[in-house]
């Protein structure tokens, strides 16, 4: 194996091949082993839903059959087995402030007996705004259901509002799904992603993609003035985590100003900075924002938010469009029980004082497993947002997505994240992520990193 880490056919990424495959096979054993209930409920055959599971994701894990759940309370999940876990997946941020927050709970409980759902505000829904606007800096806001919904939305009105049909992201791929984003570089052009099921419009028609902290490429790509929009990540985080290089947003934010391009800051995933996210850390200015998953506390919601003047560009549209459906909205979003949640969590949950506790220990995590990674000379690193940290397979940092993508080792990263499982730590099933929350204990992070040091060393002996 060469010395920057890159595998061949004897190794991936420091750890010998067959030593690899040994262990997750000792390992897959070990998990089937003491999980009898649900390896019975997976082995009875199909249940109705397609593959065995409610949603396709929910065999990512790389599990011999997924865990059946029984209960989830702060930074712990329990199967049906007994087995109880550290939870540092977190829903994958869904339960970024731990399982069913205190106030959050007492919010919905209360909702519950008032009505779900009615088309019309609650007083709590109208309050929502005003700390939207208070916390995000952004006066204008509404809401969705998921935050795919919520970047659909935004996209279409900046569409409307700019002229403009094509918009821009950045290679690797933003988060969601949203069809615009499914777009790579192959050898310095754009072309639909591989691996896109029912694709039948040439998506690169309207999307532009660069990489990530390439001012050069920023500005050739929205030199012609047709971009209507730039959606990001402040951070990259669906291919593996990228820090913006020094300089690089207040870039973009020139750049597509001098352009008149609108800039759209998705922080789904970031909100793991700090209170008011990445972009209230580092006096990012955006026109337009989403935030998704754990705005409700779990409860299926998100929120956009936009500037004085997206909005006067909107309201000018709308006073002259004609009768019928602009495509914006659906039913259920802003639904009453929703909207309770959010209240709880801006006001009870989303505090100072629990973005320190896990600044705290998010930092006591990244140091300790990259301690564990030095002592190994193991040629991987550790990368942190906020509470939000990710070990990755490769030498860092990592400047772009092409870096990312090339970046991961699937066989290796799952049979870590197995040994971890079973050693009685829940990471995410992809991306090696890992989040702390509000109820994460400092025990539970020691034991984290005792459980990564402890596979590392069978990995790599």
């Avoid at 569409?159 to 050898?187: F, I, N, P, W």
């Avoid at 004082?353 to 193991?378: F, K, P, W």
């Avoid at 947002?385 to 030498?395: D, H, L, M």
Wanted: glycine share 8%.
């Amino acid at each position: 194996m060469s010395s920057n880490g890159r595998s061949d056919a004897t190794h991936v990424r420091g750890v010998c091949r067959d030593r690899l495959a040994a262990f997750m096979q000792s390992e897959r054993a070990a998990y089937a082993c003491v999980r009898p209930r649900s390896a019975k409920l997976h082995a009875q055959g199909p249940n109705g839903y397609y593959a065995g599971a409610p949603m396709h994701w929910m065999l990512d894990w790389p599990t011999p059959f997924p865990m059946v759940i029984a209960t989830a309370k702060e930074a712990r999940l329990t199967d049906i087995d007994g087995i109880t876990l550290a939870d540092f997946c977190l829903g994958d941020t869904g339960s970024m402030f731990g399982h069913s927050p205190e106030p959050v709970v007492r919010a919905i409980e209360r909702q519950l007996r008032q009505g779900l759902t009615y088309m019309l505000p609650t007083e709590e829904a109208l309050q929502v705004g005003s700390l939207l606007a208070e916390r995000f800096s952004l006066p204008h806001w509404q809401v969705a259901t998921t935050a795919s919904d919520a970047n659909r939305f935004a996209l279409r009105v900046a569409r409307a509002v700019t002229g403009r049909s094509k918009v821009l992201v950045m290679h690797g791929c933003y988060h969601g799904a949203v069809d615009e984003t499914y777009v790579a570089l192959e050898q310095g052009r754009a072309v639909n992603r591989a691996g896109l099921i029912g694709q039948t419009i040439d998506l690169t028609t309207d999307t532009k993609i660069v990489e990530f902290n390439d001012v050069d490429a920023l500005t050739y790509a929205l030199a012609d003035c047709d971009v209507a929009c730039v959606i990001t990540e402040p951070v990259l985080t669906n291919c593996g985590m990228v820090l913006p290089a020094p300089g690089y947003h207040d870039a973009l934010r020139r750049l597509t100003r001098a352009t008149g391009t609108l800039l759209l800051i998705d922080e789904t995933h970031t909100i793991s900075t700090g209170p008011g996210g990445y972009t209230r850390a580092h006096q990012l200015q955006p026109d337009l924002f989403v935030l998704g998953k754990p705005i409700a506390g779990g409860i299926p919601a998100s929120v956009w938010g936009f500037t004085s003047d997206v909005a006067a560009r909107w309201d000018q549209i709308r006073r002259h469009k004609a009768e019928g459906h602009s495509g914006l909205g659906t039913t259920l979003s802003a639904n009453a029980l929703a909207m309770a949640a959010m209240y709880a969590v801006l006001t009870e949950v989303m505090t100072d004082e629990a973005y320190a506790h896990m600044e705290s220990l998010a930092e006591r995590l990244a140091t300790g497993l990259s301690a564990v990674i030095s002592q190994h000379q193991a040629p991987w690193h550790v990368v942190r947002v906020g509470a939000r940290i990710e070990f990755v397979c490769a030498p860092g940092p990592l400047k772009n997505g092409s870096e990312a993508l090339r970046a991961h080792a699937p066989e290796l990263e799952q049979a870590i994240h197995l040994g971890l499982l079973n050693r009685g730590c829940l990471v995410a099933p992809f991306h090696n992520m890992m989040l702390t929350c509000p109820r994460t204990t400092t025990h539970q992070v020691d034991a984290l990193i005792a459980a990564f040091s402890n596979v590392t060393e069978q990995l790599i002996a």
